[in-house]
């Protein structure tokens, strides 16, 4: 007798989950054929992507990065310093967006978390190669991935190698006009035009090695990951100014920066089983990343060398993760979860900067560490209450303890925080059989400052040295061991309704509102490092906050709507935010990094008759501006990206899919504005712009099972 069965589809799996889930299979994620995992993530319901396109960016759910938005690989928090965009798309399962926190999965999601499930062992042989031409800009961008699937007896070994280079213009344009505040009137017009060319070429592996004992009883997995990635970079600048009485500080400048990244993770799980139906996992993990980098900067005033800056670093961060978790069903209606966990990061930054090779910074010295701890406990419980109402409730608490040098003959900051989330959602369905069903959830959450904001040591503007000022949206940026955690008291409602086939209809609307809300304020000091006074960014809590919004998703095949329509599958979600910085006069005193809305209009359709399947999708975001204080504002650029694909199948062991991304590309802008006392000391508002060319993205894939 041969038993078979399949996991439930993705939005039947969706469905069935008590908690807001949404997930995203591999047929979605290798759509488009994407090079970087933030591609795939932009088109997703919630999700926005921070920077120009195709350049990857800080990942953000409901326009909320930086903290608010939890990363999870396979069900862990990625370390500190790892970049989603270092795993190929090629190396993803599955994706998963939860809305809300769960007591399993932490409460440090503010805005949610998004889950990135890797490849997992399969019953059967894989054996995948992928080849990858990418063209950008009249460069040629290489890649290749190979994915294998081993199945010998009891054990199961899968994994997946990708290897790539780039070549890249990031080249933008700097504008910074001041405007004196009494009357108008221009006091200074600077551009710098900056000419950069980037090469980078890597290696990223992950692999899962599963051992399966007898009928499952026992199971032990070993999930490997290796990146690594070098690079160098040159720009050329060029800095021109047409007003001010004091001359610019140089004419032309020349920088070479090289530097690496390695990461080496490996994570171990065992599982046992109980015959009554429950089973305790136990898990532990080590890694370690290294990030050294090296730059070199020349500055020249009328052809002669006025100044030159050399940076070295070398930052090191090792984590260790330690984890339990017993899950029991009872009584055929509950399923319990209680848990207990451990995590240890530190690190470790060495950097000298020379200044006309002269030491800087020696205040602070040369080796600056901070470490955490942080250890947690949970409990919750998954019950059908009756056939109409299912409920999950849960309670953690989170404990972090931090600790970070400072300066020279100062004692050593601390910070130490602890978190209690009580943590509820239900489901309504009207009808236990109908297609309809309403969700709730009412969730505690937070948001902890990060290792590096503890270190000290600032980092110097390069435009304007020490031991002299600088400008108002020029300035040095450092850390405060003072911060206090954001907490978070949040409500969402859904209601969805699913159609035939697997199509469904959401809307969504959720609030936050925020306590020791934290954000980046510049602000005239008297420094250590210099003579004078200068202006410093640091983070700082700056009182309550809030955050609503409503959010909106549409997935279906026309023809499982109308039969006699064409084979077309539409997606399509739009999100409304608006919120608020109580401390901060409006308008536009919106959380940083929010815009007002975000919208995708995705199509596809698989041609009767033809191995051809042609696609595409519109992304949308607005431009906006966001108020930091009375005296201090940033803007942000729209984005409008348009991508489409075409897949021809030869046969079922080989596939060309063409995509072309950013179809119709536009500049990147951003800047920033401050109002403050100038080099002379007169009260102006000075303005920033940056302008960057973003680029079409053509890639050709050759897809082999061998």
């Not at 070398?314 to 984590?319: A, E, F, I, N, P």
């Not at 947690?376 to 309670?395: C, F, I």
């Not at 309704?497 to 954000?519: C, D, E, K, Q």
């Amino acid at each position: 007798m041969e038993i078979t069965g399949a996991r439930p589809d993705d939005v039947q799996e969706r469905r069935n989950s008590t908690a807001t889930k949404i997930i995203i299979g591999r047929e979605e994620i290798e759509r488009f054929g994407d090079s970087t995992l933030g591609d795939v993530l932009k088109r997703l319901p919630v999700v926005t992507i921070q920077g120009r396109p195709g350049r990857g960016g800080a990942i953000r759910l409901r326009g909320l990065g930086n903290g608010y938005t939890q990363i999870l690989l396979d069900g862990e928090r990625v370390p500190l310093g790892f970049s989603l965009d270092s795993l190929s798309p090629d190396q993803i399962e599955r994706i998963e967006i939860l809305r809300a926190p769960t007591a399993e999965t932490g409460a440090r999601a503010i805005a949610g978390s998004i889950n990135i499930i890797t490849r997992e062992g399969y019953n059967k042989r894989i054996n995948e190669l992928r080849l990858v031409a990418g063209f950008e800009n009249g460069a040629v961008q290489p890649s290749a991935v190979w994915t294998r699937n081993i199945v010998a007896g009891d054990w199961i070994v899968n994994y997946s190698i990708t290897a790539f280079a780039t070549n890249r213009d990031d080249s933008g344009t700097t504008t910074t006009v001041d405007n004196r505040l009494d009357d108008g009137i221009v006091t200074l017009a600077q551009t710098d035009d900056g000419r950069v060319r980037d090469h980078r070429h890597g290696l990223h592996a992950t692999g899962r090695l599963q051992w399966r004992g007898e009928r499952g009883v026992e199971q032990v997995t070993l999930t490997p990951v290796l990146v690594y990635a070098t690079g160098h970079t040159h720009r050329e600048g060029r800095l021109v100014q047409t007003v001010g009485a004091i001359p610019a500080p140089y004419g032309t400048s020349d920088t070479e920066s090289e530097g690496s990244y390695s990461l080496a993770r490996l994570n171990a799980q065992w599982t046992h089983r109980f015959e009554g139906g429950g089973k305790v996992e136990t898990r532990g993990g080590v890694g370690q990343w290294l990030l050294p980098t090296h730059s070199f900067r020349t500055e020249r005033t009328d052809g002669v060398q006025s100044r030159t800056l050399e940076d070295t670093s070398r930052s090191r961060d090792t984590s260790v993760t330690t984890s339990s978790k017993l899950t029991q069903t009872l009584f055929e209606e509950h399923s319990l979860v209680a848990g207990v966990e451990g995590e240890s990061n530190r690190r470790a930054d060495r950097r000298t900067t020379l200044q006309d090779g002269q030491p800087l910074l020696t205040d602070f010295g040369d080796n600056l560490v901070a470490s955490a701890l942080r250890y947690a406990a949970y409990a919750q419980d998954e019950w059908s209450v009756t056939p109409n109402w299912a409920a999950h409730a849960g309670l953690r608490w989170e404990a972090i303890a931090r600790r970070g040098s400072a300066e020279k003959g100062q004692p050593e900051a601390t910070n130490q925080s602890h978190v209690l989330s009580p943590l509820l959602h239900a489901v309504w369905k009207p009808d236990p059989k109908g297609r309809d069903q309403v969700r709730f959830s009412l969730t505690r959450s937070y948001r902890s400052p990060t290792l590096s904001s503890l270190i000290a040591r600032p980092s110097i503007n390069t435009r304007y040295p020490v031991p002299g000022p600088n400008t108002p949206t020029q300035p040095d940026r450092a850390g405060n061991p003072e911060l206090k955690p954001e907490l978070a008291n949040g409500i969402d409602i859904a209601i969805e309704r699913y159609l035939p086939g697997s199509g469904l209809l959401s809307a969504n609307v959720f609030r936050r509102n925020i306590t020791n809300y934290m954000r980046s304020l510049t602000a005239l000091e008297n420094v250590s490092y210099a003579s004078s006074s200068r202006y410093v960014a640091r983070v700082q809590n700056v009182g309550d906050a809030m955050t609503e919004g409503v959010e909106l998703e549409a997935k279906f095949r026309v023809s499982d709507l109308w039969s006699e329509a064409p084979r077309i599958d539409v997606r399509a979600n739009a999100s409304f935010f608006r919120s608020r910085v109580k401390g901060v006069p409006g308008p536009d005193n919106r959380l940083d990094g929010q815009p007002d809305y975000t919208a995708n209009l995705g199509l596809d359709h698989r041609f009767r008759g033809l191995p051809l399947t042609l696609g595409g999708n519109l992304n949308w975001t607005p431009g906006y501006l966001t108020r930091i204080s009375d005296v201090q504002t940033a803007t942000i650029g729209r984005k409008l990206i348009a991508d489409v694909y075409g897949l021809w199948t030869f046969s079922p062991t080989l596939a060309l899919r063409a995509t072309a991304s950013n179809l119709s590309p536009s500049d990147y802008l951003y800047g920033s504005t401050v109002a403050g006392p100038d080099l002379q000391g007169v009260p102006v508002r000075e303005t920033s712009r940056t302008n960057s060319p973003t680029y079409v993205n053509a890639q050709l894939r050759l897809e082999l099972k061998l």
